[in-house]
């Protein structure tokens, strides 16, 4: 029976309207009911058609079974803002063929990065000017053509183009960037914007602009049709307003924008059915008006007058009036366009209010019960010039009201708030344009729940969580209620904390520091970030400077040489080793600068959130990183084919461990019975503790013949512990690391539950649905995720899944059968398909387990010893008794039964 191919995919692409790179890799999933089928071969076809008739590219029958990292690179490029159509044939090992459905993207013009931005100002006044950029201009199919366009103001604005078209177009596609943020618009259309929000994603806008695509096909008709846009300021042009919270110019006033001017800039492209295309673009020829959005600042504070807005702007029925002019053409952002790779944000779940209180007369609490990143949603009625103000929170006082426990962000209790003005005309809803925050309690203030009270009346109000468009890969389900509500708890945190970029903290900061992309994986774009002495920062983008370690860390810069790695493990894909690798370079050319006595690095945070800011642990932390740093950059280096840089990076590595080893490994049995890593945080004393024995464990630093002895000693650090946390958010994951691999869970959930702090279980009982940013009560912000890599350890010790060899080709799965949990129900999306697995231990001690290994990959069952046997039924057939401590599952549908 041939394969079915379930999933077609461009590795880094989310979306694939607007391929801006002549280099793609493609990746595709199977799926065949028969254990033993297996690709032997593939073949890719792409073209301008999907008849296929014509070919632009065309791989060739390739012998293997590589499904991932396929490189497609047309002599020559991909064809500028086209359709383009790709496919995949496979042969499996009886020589049968399975053919997958036409794949569709759409280019943007992937040879322009060296060329100009869309035009500025200078090449709209000053047309003499083509002579001087002669060559971009001849360049026609493979340039942008549209016009940066606002109306020299910083307040956001509305514009708008009305469009007659003469017939209806077969396709269309826009690309559109709109700086800060941008809401698309076309006829009304909800639909416009692909659910987009807070488009496009925050960026250095001086090096990276990014822009999307929206496929308008199913919208733009013949005759009258308007696109438009509503501009906002983000962080491209922050505005703290006259009475606002503004992170970035807060204390020293030390933030400074990247462009004083909203501006816009849109190309949309018609195709026709007899094959002619068009091409209209923004210029002057477009209008503008100021909105009846007056304030847009990204820390949640808005101000909307409902009185100003011109209602059905976006319609083509929809008349001007003298407030609309004329759209200027602006000088525009500095930074190259490149598309907007990444999911884009998006809304997600929708949740009621729990409880609803009034406080006092007009103003009135409501607890959603899940604190999330949000972007509220409230209906009201009431009197013309009614004014309303809706204020976030995490925490509430004693009294109900909103409350920020932190005494040096007590602005937050007054300075974050948005406010509107009703029109007067019935249900007006109000939701905000351009801004999120983290949140469980809405205090809306100014109205009443029901009629006659003299004030506007709330209809209804939802927190809609905002968030990414990525995929939600993963599931997990145990029958401990509190080991549950951690999982929750972290998914929340993980969730809040994922746009465009990862943010650390969604409420206070909506900064991108860069320990957790590593940590807990998700991008930012480090490389635009990088400075001319090869540091690469704490943050990315970076919109506050920040002074010493908090500017300059390896645990927080290294995520450039850790990322790419990563990625190629999870997903088997080397898209970034390219974009990366000379960053890499230059940061640990930079790096080395900062060695001490012959290769330690420890100028940094060290162990950040231990005591919050003690700094502990550094040598171990940071050369360990070094390390790995290396290590991968020799990797990449071996990738891409340059045999010298890895032999050179592949020596450098060697020499800091040996480093490590001679100035922190105590072998002199003097202390302790065994050998064990001390952290030189007090010279004159020889400390042990948990963090410094994992991050060598981890790290592959330990010698053979001391590994034994490094577990001892990591285990008696827990034991000398009362088996308490000792450890901020950098060497966590590292202690849970080492936790799973000893196969203690005990200890783990032990750690967990402690009464006192550190513990996770306090904020569960404390109420908290997400996590905190340090262990703490009384948190500034309490929706952090970068203590949450115990959710790490739950899928690999609880559900007991762990990838083996890249995007889960090979995975194990361990059952849990020492710890206390007796069902465990969970899945994984991997690459390759969805591996799910239930684990059930009845009250007789009798275990029963349900796995799925999808097609391409092995899954290997691991038991406690040689001798431990399992009966195993494949897709309903007969039942097999198998015997050992590592038993291959070909992929299908498993029912097993493990014996004592």
């Known amino acids: 029976m041939p394969f079915a191919i379930t999933r077609c995919g461009i590795h880094g692409f989310h979306e694939v309207l607007g391929i801006d790179t002549d280099r793609i890799r493609l990746h595709w999933t199977l799926h065949s009911d028969h254990e033993d089928t297996t690709q032997t071969a593939y073949r890719i076809e792409l073209s301008a058609s999907d008849s296929f008739q014509s070919l632009i590219w065309d791989s060739g029958k390739v012998d293997g079974i590589q499904q991932r990292n396929i490189i497609c690179a047309p002599k020559g490029g991909l064809l500028s803002a086209t359709f383009h159509y790709w496919r995949v044939t496979v042969w499996d090992q009886t020589g049968e063929e399975s053919q997958s459905a036409a794949n569709e993207f759409f280019t943007a013009y992937p040879r322009s990065s060296g060329l100009l931005p869309p035009y500025s100002m200078n090449q709209t006044y000053m047309p003499h000017t083509s002579l001087i950029f002669r060559t971009w201009f001849e360049d026609e199919p493979n340039r942008w053509k549209g016009v940066w366009v606002g109306n020299n103001g910083d307040k956001p604005i509305y514009i708008r183009k009305s469009l007659d078209l003469k017939r209806t177009p077969a396709r269309a596609i826009v690309f559109a960037s709109g700086l800060g943020h941008f809401n698309f618009v076309c006829n009304g259309d909800a639909s416009a914007s692909n659910g987009h929000v807070l488009d496009p994603g925050w960026t250095n806008y001086h090096r990276t602009v990014q822009f999307t695509a929206y496929d308008l096909s199913h919208i733009l008709k013949k005759g009258a049709n308007v696109l438009g846009a509503h501009l906002g300021n983000g962080f491209y042009a922050g505005d703290p307003g006259e009475d606002r919270f503004f992170w970035p110019s807060y204390e020293d006033d030390t933030y400074v924008r990247y462009g004083n001017e909203l501006c816009f800039f849109a190309e949309l492209h018609l195709f026709y059915e007899d094959g002619s295309r068009q091409t209209i673009t923004t210029g002057p020829d477009w209008e503008v008006r100021k909105s009846a959005t007056t304030l847009a600042n990204i820390y949640s504070s808005e101000m909307k007058d409902f009185r100003k807005y011109p209602t059905g702007w976006d319609t083509s029925e929809f008349s001007e009036d003298d407030q609309w002019v004329k759209a200027t053409p602006v000088t525009g952002p500095r930074g190259k366009l490149k598309y907007q790779s990444q999911p884009p944000v998006v809304l997600h779940e929708t949740l009621e209010p729990q409880s609803t209180t009034t406080l006092e007369p007009g103003v009135v609490s409501y607890d959603f019960g899940q604190n999330m990143t949000t972007m509220v949603k409230l209906q009201v009625s009431g009197s013309a010039g009614s004014t309303v103000i809706v204020r976030f929170s995490e925490t509430v006082d004693e009294g109900g009201r909103v409350l920020m426990p932190d005494p040096l962000f007590k602005q937050f209790e007054t300075g974050v708030f948005c406010k509107f003005s009703l029109a007067g005309n019935g249900i007006e809803t109000w939701e905000p344009d351009f801004c999120f925050t983290s949140a469980r309690y809405i205090q809306v203030e100014g109205v009443a729940l029901e009629p006659g009270r003299g004030l506007p009346v709330v209809h209804s109000i939802a927190s809609r969580h905002v968030s990414s468009a990525a995929r939600r890969l993963g599931s997990l389900e145990t029958d401990k209620e509190d080991v549950n509500a951690l999982i929750n708890m972290c998914y929340w945190s993980f969730s809040s904390n994922l746009f465009s970029y990862h943010t650390d903290c969604p409420q206070v900061e909506k900064f991108g520091w860069l320990e957790v992309t590593h940590l807990r994986l998700p991008p930012n774009d480090i490389v ?244 905190n940013e340090f262990w703490q009560d009384a948190c500034r912000s309490k929706c952090h995720d970068m203590l949450g890599t115990i959710y790490e350890w739950c899928y690999e010790a609880v559900l007991g899944l762990k990838p083996e060899t890249a995007a889960y080709r090979t995975w194990t799965v361990k059952p849990p059968l020492i710890s206390e949990f007796k069902h465990v129900i969970g899945s994984v999306d991997c690459p390759y398909g969805l591996i799910e697995i239930e684990y059930t231990r009845d009250e007789n001690d009798c275990v029963s387990m349900q796995i799925t290994v999808p097609t391409s990959t092995t899954g290997f069952l691991l038991l406690p010893t040689e001798e431990s046997e399992v009966e195993v039924t494949r897709n309903g057939g007969q039942a097999e008794a198998r015997r050992g401590k590592r038993l291959a599952l070909k992929p299908g549908v498993y029912k097993l039964r493990l014996h004592k």
């Open 528 to 771: 635009d970030a990088q400075e001319p002495n090869g540091l690469c920062p704490t943050m990315a983008p970076t919109v506050r400077y920040m002074c010493g370690p908090l500017h300059d860390t390896i645990t927080w810069g290294g995520a450039v040489a850790l990322l790419p790695e990563i990625l190629q493990f999870y997903y088997d894909s080397t898209h970034v080793f390219e974009k990366a690798f000379d960053s890499c370079i230059r940061y640990m050319e930079y790096i080395k600068t900062k060695e001490r006595d012959d290769g330690l690095i420890e100028h940094g945070l060290g162990d950040w959130g231990r005591d919050i800011a003690f700094g502990n642990n550094q040598a171990n932390i940071e050369t360990a990183i070094y390390y790995r740093c290396l290590r991968n950059i020799e990797q990449m280096a071996n990738e891409l084919d340059k045999p010298e840089v890895a032999t050179r990076f592949g020596q450098w590595a060697d020499r800091i461990g040996r480093v490590y080893n001679e100035k922190l490994l105590v072998t002199d049995m003097s202390i302790h019975p065994y050998a064990f890593y001390t952290s030189r945080d007090n010279l004159e004393e020889q400390d042990r503790n948990m963090v410094a024995q994992a991050f060598a464990l981890q790290f592959g630093l330990v010698p053979d013949e001391h590994v034994l002895d490094v577990q001892r000693a990591f285990l008696d650090c827990c034991a000398d512990s009362g088996n308490r946390i000792e450890a901020g958010e950098i060497g966590l994951k590292y202690i849970w690391n080492t936790l799973a691999d000893l196969d203690r869970p005990d200890i783990v959930l032990e750690m967990a539950r402690q009464e006192e702090h550190p513990s996770y279980m306090r904020f569960i009982r404390r109420g908290e649905t997400t996590l």
